[in-house]
């Protein structure tokens, strides 16, 4: 069965870090290419950030820039994003997802919570 | 960065046919492609490209394209298909590969 599962999520102080997982089973994760969405409170989705099959490339949404890395083991099936410099606005469930050919995300992880407060 | 742009709330009466529509400049170069998100799940895609529909995506649920609007039709709405709906293409709008999302429309059957 294809499956993403994330961990990772909790409560962190503005200003915080936090770290993200996403495992990955039931197909070939090292020629996938992968993504995170997330969705705030009440709020919809919002792209955030992508990496390569590979690693080699990745790019982030402005917001997020320069706060947010994404990585990846292969060996391990595990898809990561390391969140720093966090945020009240960061809060939202974080769900890391499948991308094909560029065009759509075809498998989702049921989604891991970030809740960013004081 | 790009905007995509859905009506926020339609309605079908049970077995009708419903359309929901993304307006957006960059639907002009890239397919739109759709999620459904029912109340605390996980979205699921229903529709890629012009109208692939996944594997489990049922056979009611089509999509469209037409200049830079892109839609996608539910015909014979049943109750389960009662959810939010949210159109995705390319964020066009930077030199970097990224996305973006339409606001979503939520859909009551009735």
């Known amino acids: 069965e294809v499956q993403l599962v994330e961990s990772g999520g909790g409560l962190v102080q503005p200003g915080g870090s936090l770290r993200l997982s996403c495992a990955a089973s039931g197909f070939t994760f090292r020629t996938s290419e992968m993504t995170w969405v997330r969705q705030a409170p009440g709020k919809g989705l919002e792209w955030i950030s992508y990496?390569?099959?590979?690693?080699?490339?990745?790019s982030y949404r402005d917001s997020v820039k320069g706060r947010f890395t994404i990585l990846r083991e292969n060996d391990k099936n595990s898809l990561d994003l390391q969140m720093d410099s966090l945020r009240a606005e960061d809060t939202a469930v974080y769900y890391c997802?499948?991308?094909?050919?560029?065009?759509?995300?075809?498998?989702w992880g049921t989604g891991t919570t970030v809740i960013v407060s004081s | 960065s790009s905007e995509l742009t859905q009506d926020p709330a339609v309605s079908v009466v049970l077995g009708q046919t419903v359309r929901i529509t993304c307006q957006g400049d960059s639907l002009r170069d890239y397919y739109a492609s759709w999620y459904q998100q029912k109340p605390g799940q996980a979205p699921v895609l229903v529709m890629s490209g012009y109208s692939n529909r996944p594997s489990g995506s049922p056979d009611r649920f089509s999509g469209s394209r037409s200049g830079n609007t892109a839609s996608l039709t539910i015909t014979g709405a049943q109750a389960e298909d009662e959810a939010d709906y949210y159109c995705?293409?390319?964020?066009?709008?930077?030199?970097?590969?990224?996305?973006?999302f339409g606001g979503g429309t939520k859909v009551t059957v009735l």
């Open positions: 990496i390569s099959s590979s690693g080699g490339a990745t």
């Open positions: 997802a499948r991308v094909i050919s560029w065009d759509h995300f075809d498998v």
């Open positions: 995705k293409s390319r964020d066009t709008s930077g030199d970097h590969l990224a996305w973006v």
